[in-house]
């Protein structure tokens, strides 16, 4: 219970930041996203997919998007982080990196393909580098920093 508190806690001081200290940037990185990926290396799968869901949740309120967007892909990204966790080993933040890579990969390309079939506009392959690519290595980069955060919080304890 105390570990889902924390847990939450950070993902709501992620998404605060994320909403306003960077919301002026050209290109954002996702740091909910780094959160949940904490939660699927280190969390059960009932409670954590629960707390995926609730942040995917709140990012759909406040991003303004459909709702259920974020909601959907952060599970998502949960699911798989979850599923990763018992076959390769994570220690090193080189490991954990390259799972933030494919993790945000998986997320923009959901992100992409439900805006796809949800919009009426075409989707552009300019739109793709500044959907995709830039968020995915901005999310890379800020990874090992968040990682860190978490883990001298004791959050990231098994």
Do not use: W
């Not at 080993?89 to 959901?110: C, M, N, P, Q, R």
Request: aromatic fraction near 12%; hydrophobic fraction near 55%; proline fraction near 5%.
């Amino acid at each position: 219970m105390q570990k889902g508190l924390l847990y939450l806690t950070a993902g709501l001081v992620a998404l605060f930041l994320q909403m306003t200290t960077i919301s002026h940037l050209p290109v954002k990185p996702d740091l909910v996203l780094v959160v949940v990926i904490c939660l699927g290396l280190s969390h059960s799968p009932f409670s954590g997919a629960v707390l995926a869901f609730l942040l995917g949740c709140l990012m759909d309120v406040f991003a303004g998007s459909t709702p259920g967007f974020f909601a959907l892909t952060r599970t998502v990204v949960f699911f798989f982080v979850y599923s990763m966790r018992g076959r390769l080993y994570f220690e090193s933040y080189l490991a954990k990196a390259g799972l933030v890579f494919v993790a945000a990969l998986i997320d923009a390309t959901i992100c992409l393909f439900l805006v796809g079939i949800t919009s009426h506009l075409p989707i552009l392959p300019s739109s793709i580098g500044r959907l995709i690519v830039g968020p995915v290595l901005l999310t890379v980069v800020f990874a090992p920093f968040c990682f860190l955060v978490l883990q001298r919080t004791r959050i990231l304890t098994s």
